[in-house]
């Protein structure tokens, strides 16, 4: 079942014009969110976040808002059956929300890390600073290595953020994440987790990702709205392997927020 344009549909397809701009260009805009104890409401699904993050994409683009209540209302219809859900919309303000389960292996991911691998830098996305249905450069990185995810990198090596996720690392008593001036998208949990760091007065700095910081990090991790944070214990590169803590105690911290 899914949500679109303010109605309940039971189905696994949706019908689209053939010249709808969401289906030729990518011309959609989207976030994805968590829901916590089946509500809208508690902080850490932070609805509020991701209406603001679709209204600033919209507002960028000059497209028609949505009917907020409506889309609220398919979201809660949803909720019931989904604890994770995909909001997307259109140029024109129709609303289409699909739920999906939480990934497999999630716990045992969060808990003993995965394998990523650098990108070329070929893929990196378009429009960073926005979630755009034109997600084909992620998608490709991700699935062309044969890892668990991917890291993009810009025309320098910089690292910048993961496929699906912003990169965190730690070293020198002290949390590291890309800037968002490096063309990164500025995450819903990225920006939680800087204010509540800060908050628990723990240091956070924002400084490019180059060659030379990744390899100082003792722990590397990343996070979005879904699956929280993953540590990441292996990163394939051109020029050899990096390996890092999946368990270091930095991490104890940050995964407190989620038991709030």
């Not at 999906?100 to 429009?127: T, W």
């Not at 320098?156 to 912003?166: A, I, K, M, V």
């Not at 800087?194 to 908050?199: A, C, S, V």
């Amino acid at each position: 079942m899914f949500w679109y344009d303010g109605k309940l549909i039971h189905s696994q397809t949706l019908e689209l014009n053939i010249n709808d701009p969401g289906l030729l260009y990518g011309a959609t805009v989207f976030t994805t969110l968590r829901v916590y104890q089946n509500s809208l409401d508690t902080n850490l699904t932070n609805w509020q976040a991701h209406c603001d993050r679709l209204l600033f994409s919209i507002q960028s683009f000059g497209w028609q808002q949505p009917d907020w209540k409506r889309l609220r209302q398919g979201a809660q219809t949803l909720l019931a059956h989904f604890p994770v859900l995909r909001i997307t919309l259109f140029p024109d303000g129709r609303e289409w929300i699909t739920g999906r389960l939480l990934p497999q292996n999630l716990i045992e991911k969060q808990k003993n890390g995965v394998v990523c691998a650098v990108a070329s830098p070929e893929f990196y996305r378009s429009l960073p600073s926005h979630k755009t249905g034109n997600y084909l450069s992620a998608w490709l990185a991700k699935t062309s290595l044969n890892t668990q995810e991917a890291i993009l990198v810009d025309t320098q090596g910089n690292w910048l953020e993961t496929s699906t996720g912003n990169l965190w690392g730690w070293y020198d008593r002290s949390w590291y994440t890309p800037p968002i001036k490096a063309g990164i998208l500025p995450g819903i949990l990225r920006s939680q987790l800087i204010n509540w760091l800060q908050n628990q007065q723990q240091p956070v700095r924002e400084e490019i990702w180059s060659i030379e910081l990744v390899q100082k990090f003792e722990a590397i991790a990343y996070t979005n709205s879904v699956v929280e944070i993953i540590p990441v214990h292996t990163v394939h590169q051109p020029s050899g392997s990096l390996q890092y803590n999946p368990y270091h105690q930095s991490f104890q911290l940050i995964k407190e927020l989620f038991l709030a």
